[in-house]
């Protein structure tokens, strides 16, 4: 049974400050217990409360996949949580050391699915949508976020009108609640339930225009 959603304690931004210092199994079983009640349970109860709205929520697993990485650290530094309404595409909220963060977007994509997403910039009314949107939501506090290209994408003028939305190979829009004193309480739900609401109109092109 998921429990009623209370914030965020601040033991929970505790916990990846020294997990951030010390990330080490012998830590991590040695908080496991605050881990599972400051992070992920208050998580579970988080997503439970916007299932309703967004769709279910994939928590994702605190371990690191270190198998092609340099880094060897085993844990992840934050706790993320995603709800996906298309190929990698959908809302995110996610608690760390920094506090709370909120967004949108696609965050990866395939080739054929970037080429489509890719087309629908360069389409003259949908791409100048999406720059509307963008522009609306930066100018509303969030910030653009993503994987970018150095230069222009191939088949595509380095002098095109949106070269800024072209270049990215993943796009997000997030916003950071940092540690404000509602991260800690249950209005911390109302926040990202208004920032997900924000950002639908642009998880909404990016489903809807690629495919048009």
């Not at 994702?60 to 996906?84: E, M, N």
């Amino acid at each position: 049974m998921v429990s009623t959603f209370d914030g965020f304690p601040v033991a929970a931004l505790d916990f990846y400050d020294d997990l951030e210092v010390d990330n080490t199994k012998t830590f991590w079983e040695a908080n496991r217990a605050t881990y599972d009640t400051a992070v992920a349970a208050p998580m579970r109860a988080l997503v439970a409360a916007l299932e309703d709205e967004f769709g279910a929520a994939k928590i994702f697993r605190p371990y690191r996949d270190v198998r092609f990485s340099k880094d060897k650290t085993p844990y992840k530094t934050h706790q993320g949580a995603f709800v996906a309404v298309a190929p990698a595409t959908g809302y995110y909220v996610q608690v760390g050391a920094p506090g709370v963060r909120t967004g949108a977007g696609f965050y990866r994509a395939e080739p054929a699915r970037l080429a489509a997403v890719r087309a629908a910039i360069d389409h003259d009314r949908h791409g100048r949508e999406l720059q509307r949107l963008v522009r609306r939501l930066e100018e509303d506090g969030f910030t653009v976020g993503g994987e970018t290209l150095r230069t222009a994408p191939r088949g595509y003028r380095t002098d095109h009108p949106r070269i800024d939305l072209l270049r990215h190979t993943s796009l997000t829009l997030g916003r950071d609640h940092g540690f404000a004193p509602y991260v800690h309480t249950p209005a911390l739900l109302d926040s990202v339930r208004a920032d997900w609401r924000a950002v639908r109109p642009l998880v909404d092109w990016l489903v809807r225009r690629p495919a048009a």
